[in-house]
């Protein structure tokens, strides 16, 4: 085989090893392991989880991927109402940079365990609303008020 067709060939293969090690990000049935990121332009599930845990420090119980949703399961370290928010506000950057950079989710759900009595037990981020968002076609306080809207509280709650 002349040298260029096994370059090529090698890279074929290469890139394709690239593309596995992307979706080894889900192993073990659909659950999605962590994974720094890199500078592959490909923005992956299990980089947003590593994101989530490395860079925002959030302690994720679980994080699975279905039928093109996300389902993730973090304990709040929230001790009120403002640093519920905040948390939420970095799942919601974290998430729009895995969207922006071609991410393979169209939703990601929260559900917040270890909460305050008051605090809210899950949310949901479209991955419409960030792309808009991170596209500068959405203001960051309308896609917060978005993912904020979707919220669900304990009955003892109030809001």
């Known amino acids: 085989m002349p040298q260029d067709s096994m370059t090529t060939r090698r ?11 992307g979706l080894a990000g889900c ?8 994974s720094e990121p890199n500078q592959d332009g490909e923005g ?5 989880r590593w994101i989530l845990e490395e860079t925002h420090g959030l302690t994720v ?9 996300v389902d993730l399961e973090y ?7 403002a640093e519920s928010r905040e948390e939420i506000g970095q799942v919601i950057s974290s998430y729009g940079l895995i969207i922006d950079s071609g991410g393979p989710s169209s939703r990601l759900e929260a559900s917040i365990a270890d909460r305050f009595p008051e605090q809210a037990q899950e949310y949901h981020v479209e991955a419409s ?30 809001e």
Do not use: C, H, I
């Open 75 to 81: 304990e709040s370290s929230a001790g009120d109402r």
């Open 44 to 48: 992956t599930l299990g980089e947003l």
């Open 61 to 69: 119980t679980s994080m699975t991927f279905d039928d093109e949703v």
């Open 129 to 158: 609303w960030v792309a808009q968002w991170r596209a500068g076609e959405m203001s960051d306080a309308l896609v917060a008020q978005r993912v904020f809207n979707t919220r669900r509280f304990p009955e003892s709650a109030t």
């Open 11 to 21: 890279s074929v293969l290469a890139g394709g090893a690239a593309a596995l090690a």
């Open 27 to 34: 192993l073990g049935g659909n659950q999605v392991q962590k």
